[in-house]
């Protein structure tokens, strides 16, 4: 991370009084956590600050408060000077109305974010794909503030680190991530409060529906590859959405024997979507381009018009030949 780079946007933050937070659609804990942790901060320094999604909060964020965030492009101020966009770096991550409101804004626009390969240009960019969240750069920009972090901001920032490594457990982890973390932990970050709606937060609903999910799990003949599927009459039946089954190819993988799980939903009668994720010993974005589909070495996706059964049989076949 460039410290140039964060003292340059420190300062336009100072030179700005009007400041919109816009972080990526469908967001995450750290796109959250990230903008109400800037928010939070910046109006300790008397800046008016709005925050923007295209997306509501998903329910399990619900703790950081989301009565503050905007939806809708009508409801942003006029008089906005400075645009910080936070786990993003290209305007399309930000819904179609960020693209528009862009076209016609005059104001200045800064980055903050830890994915790969920018695709917006600002001369104000901190860009860090070392970094394990985005919360990791606000904090370092905060502390560059001098703004003092209460237990509601260090909250805030947790969440994003803790999901975005899952809970220290993925690869991009590194010393700044427990370092900050431990700051933040002494800046009173409310674990307990993260922990319990992060992963304590399931209905029984959602349980009835992964019994009916898990009981169609169909495994090639060395269990290397796993499939499972869930109809709209379970959704129905059990009062869940399709919320209530995301993640369900990735809780697949985590079994050491398979290398592909693989969810798949129906969508309209007959019509079908299906998650892939692989280990890495299987290029899906190919087996997904066979169905129109798309997406990365390890998850694709694609739809499907037909039969479940034919469906999860050309699924395996193809991943079986492809190996
Ligand atoms: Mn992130």
């Known amino acids: 991370m460039s410290l140039k780079n964060l003292n340059k946007i420190s300062k336009l933050i100072l030179d700005s009084q009007n400041i919109l937070i816009v972080s990526h659609y469908d967001p995450d804990g750290d796109a959250i956590g990230s903008s109400m942790g800037l928010y939070y901060s910046l109006k300790k320094i008397g800046k008016n600050c709005y925050i923007y999604n295209r997306d509501k909060f998903p329910e399990y964020l619900n703790f950081l408060e989301a009565e503050k965030l905007i939806n809708t492009k009508s409801d942003i101020p006029n008089n906005i000077e400075l645009v910080l966009f936070l786990d993003l770096n290209d305007f399309e991550r930000a819904g179609e109305e960020i693209e528009k409101y862009i076209d016609g804004y005059q104001g200045h626009i800064a980055v903050i974010d830890h994915h790969q390969s920018p695709k917006i240009e600002s001369q104000f960019m901190l860009i860090d794909v070392n970094a394990s969240a985005t919360a990791i750069l606000i904090y370092k920009i905060i502390v560059a503030l001098g703004i003092e972090i209460d237990n509601k901001i260090a909250t805030c920032l947790m969440t994003g680190i803790i999901t975005d490594t899952s809970s220290f457990k993925n690869s991009n982890v590194n010393t700044d991530s427990f370092l900050i973390a431990s700051k933040l932990l002494n800046d009173n970050a409310d674990l307990k409060l993260i922990n319990s709606n992060i992963y304590n937060d ?122």
């Open 202 to 323: 399931r209905s029984i609903y959602r349980l009835n529906l992964e019994k009916r999910i898990f009981s169609t799990i169909l495994f090639d003949d060395n269990s290397r590859v796993a499939i499972c599927y869930c109809t709209l009459n379970d959704y129905k039946e059990t009062k869940t959405s399709k919320e209530d089954s995301e993640g369900i190819a990735n809780f697949l993988l985590n079994h050491k024997e398979v290398e592909v799980g693989i969810f798949i939903r129906e969508i309209e009668k007959n019509s079908w979507k299906a998650s892939l994720r692989s280990n890495g010993f299987v290029d899906l974005s190919k087996i997904a381009n066979t169905f129109g589909g798309g997406g990365h070495k390890n998850a694709s996706g694609l739809k499907y018009q037909g039969s479940i059964e034919k469906l999860r049989n050309d699924l395996i076949d193809k991943i079986l030949n492809e190996k």
